[in-house]
T-cell receptor
Framework: GQNIDQPTEMTATEGAIVQINCTYQ??????LFWYQQHAGEAPTFLSY????GLEEKGRFSSFLSRSKGYSYLLLKELQMKDSASYLC???????????FGKGTRLHILP | SAVISQKPSRDICQRGTSLTIQCQVD?????MFWYRQQPGQSLTLIAT?????????ESGFVIDKFPISRPNLTFSTLTVSNMSPEDSSIYLC?????????????FGPGTRLTVT
């Protein structure tokens, strides 16, 4: 079966840094997405990693280690608007099928 | 990036009826997907909408319950048939955009369905 694990909830302070971890065990791997989803809205694409290493995009960075089945999303200089759910998703080899984790609900405190 | 619209944005339906959700993309795309997101849950893939052939359904989803059409590269429909309260969910259309090594996936705004 396919398994993607991420923490259910996290809390961080405005201006701080937070790291959201994701581990996966899947039958195939063709890349990993991170999405942000505000309550009542559709998911918004944040990042795509297919090779090992760190991808930086402004305040957000995403890291991948394929050998460890592990990724993290790093959010810097947190803002109140970053309060949202963050979804880790793995692209399987077959037909570009994407499996989503259950999401991490991030609460930002002033 | 692709711009995706869905109709209706929300609906309240009676059990036993059917609802067809439309997804329109502003550019031609090869791969279109339909997802369901039940309250408080993550996204579950229902099927891949293939242009010119039958949709490919995931385990737990069948064509009789969720018929899908894909008449061209910019449009797809998902029908939720013979609805029950358990079908209350948000239904999302999604497309992928591959440009060389870059790969992004975009979601429509979703259709919020409540079945009474």
């Amino acid at each position: 079966g396919q398994n993607i694990d991420q923490p259910t909830e996290m809390t961080a302070t405005e201006g701080a840094i937070v790291q959201i971890n994701c581990t996966y065990q899947t039958s195939g791997f063709n890349g990993l997405f991170w999405y942000q989803q505000h309550a009542g809205e559709a998911p918004t694409f944040l990042s795509y990693n297919v090779l090992d290493g760190l991808e930086e995009k402004g305040r957000f960075s995403s890291f991948l280690s394929r050998s460890k089945g592990y990724s993290y999303l790093l959010l810097k200089e947190l803002q109140m608007k970053d309060s949202a759910s963050y979804l880790c998703a793995v692209i399987l080899n077959r037909d570009d099928k994407i499996i989503f984790g259950k999401g991490t609900r991030l609460h930002i405190l002033p | 990036s692709a711009v995706i619209s869905q109709k209706p944005s929300r609906d309240i339906c009676q059990r036993g009826t059917s609802l067809t959700i439309q997804c329109q993309v502003d550019s031609q795309v090869t791969m279109m997907f339909w997802y369901r997101q039940q309250p408080g849950q993550s996204l579950t893939l229902i099927a891949t909408a293939n242009q010119g052939s039958e949709a490919t359904y995931e385990s737990g989803f069948v064509i009789d319950k969720f018929p899908i059409s894909r008449p061209n590269l910019t449009f797809s429909t998902l029908t939720v048939s013979n609805m029950s309260p358990e079908d209350s969910s948000i239904y999302l259309c999604s497309v992928e955009d591959r440009q060389g090594a870059s790969y992004e996936q975009y979601f429509g705004p979703g259709t919020r369905l409540t079945v009474t």
